[in-house]
């Protein structure tokens, strides 16, 4: 064989061993990779919600489960289930004895939401902000109606009432935003400012409303 041929077929070789060597580790799949898992339904589902408390002489629990999915982009749609029970201590005066009189109450609803995360839009910090618009309906009885000439007075807003059994059917329109802040893989607390748009009378929130929930992913 010739010096010249056989030292061209050596050096051909050594030239195409890492040529081989790189595509026999492509075809090769890593054992230390984590595969992503496909973008199914239940993968864009959160659940959670919030648990509130108040005392003083407003006694107040709230529990609200909730759950959303992803729909469009960053854009969720949230289902939330709502109770209330409040323990009012001095709502009213006597207006005979002068006495201050309270009253207690449960509360039952739910909401719908629309929440948009900035994650699209931006990096970091303002990945985890969000906007955030609900509509909310709430029902509760209260032991008093209104009267024109009733005895028992609200000193806030000077309505008289008298008692009685009254249901109140109360909606409100929420718009704000808030801050998702990841703790673990799938899960975040989240932060809430909310201002109520229909904030009157027989609202049971005062404006701002906080609020603070846990999100798990599935």
């Known amino acids: 064989m010739n010096f010249h041929r056989l030292k061209s077929t050596v050096l051909l070789c050594l030239l195409l061993l890492p040529v081989q060597e790189v595509i026999a580790q492509d075809s090769i799949p890593s ?3 984590n595969p992503r898992r496909p973008d199914t339904f239940w993968r864009r589902v959160r659940v959670g919600g919030n648990l509130g408390f108040q005392f003083g002489s407003v006694t107040g629990i709230t529990i609200s489960p909730e759950a959303c999915v992803r729909t469009v982009d960053q854009l969720y749609v949230g289902l939330r289930i709502i ?6 201590k001095n709502q009213f005066i006597d207006g005979e004895t002068g006495d201050w009189i309270g009253y207690e109450s449960s509360v039952y609803g739910g909401g719908i939401y629309l929440r948009y995360y900035l994650g699209s839009l931006f990096d970091g ?8 618009v609900e509509y909310e309906y709430l029902t509760y009885n209260r032991p008093f109606v209104e009267d024109p000439y009733g005895k028992i007075i609200d000193p806030y807003s000077r309505i008289t009432f008298s008692r009685g059994k009254m249901n109140i059917e109360f909606n409100s329109i929420f718009i704000g935003g808030g801050y998702r802040q990841p703790i673990g893989n799938r899960v975040a607390m989240e932060f809430l400012l909310l201002f109520n748009l229909n904030d009157s009378y027989n609202s049971p929130y005062s404006n701002p409303i906080f609020r603070l929930g846990v999100g798990v992913g599935l």
Not at 125 to 132: E, P
């Open 83 to 88: 109770y209330q029970y409040y323990n009012i």
């Open 125 to 132: 910090f303002l990945a985890n902000i969000f906007a955030h």
């Open 31 to 33: 054992l230390s990779a």
